[in-house]
């Protein structure tokens, strides 16, 4: 898929995008791209795949029994990165959607990063790896001035309502029945499909 330099530097996506329920951020987020300034002004970028919803109101939330100075990111106003450490191991990346003091988030579950291995970044653990986000990123605005950011799916990748599947969350111990992940079916980088729903053949995004 060839993606220009202005598609990754100059188009960031809006506060307002944010501004909405994570279950309607959620769905839209894949296909865009996540793009990382490196320090010698490179740009390291993938195709997000996979993402997941949190709100509130759900039991899977981090912000639905309290605030915290773990999660206080996560009660702040949209459009931030919202970084956690899972298992003491690996960091997850979300962004903060919604409004201020109300915990909602999407959670970057994968991305498909161009020339690379096709599991390079095949779920959150790793895709924060490979892109070298950690708690350091937390509460950083998503903007291009900060050195990591999100871009609108590039007109490469159309995608139509087939192209998406949406399915339970996975990895959570409470709230599963909610179907509030969706993932890119055309990809071979999603963390784990829907069942019933095959690996497709290799073929480019684009």
Known sequence: MVVTAQELTSIVL????FARPARAVAPELVG???VRQQPDGSHLWGVIVETEAYCQSEPACHGHRRRSPSNATLFGK???FYVYLTYGVHHCVNVVTDRADWAGGVLLRAAELPGEAERSAAGPGLLARRFGI???HDGAPVAAGRGLW??????ALALAAADLVQTERIGISQGRELPWR????RSRSVSRRAPGDPQP???PLG
């Open 150 to 155: 999100l871009s609108p799916r590039p007109e």
């Open 32 to 34: 865009c791209l996540l």
């Open 201 to 203: 053949s290799r073929r």
């Open 78 to 80: 949209p459009g931030h």
């Open 134 to 136: 950690d708690r350091r």
């Open 14 to 17: 809006p506060t307002a995008f």
């Open 182 to 185: 969706w993932y890119l079916r």
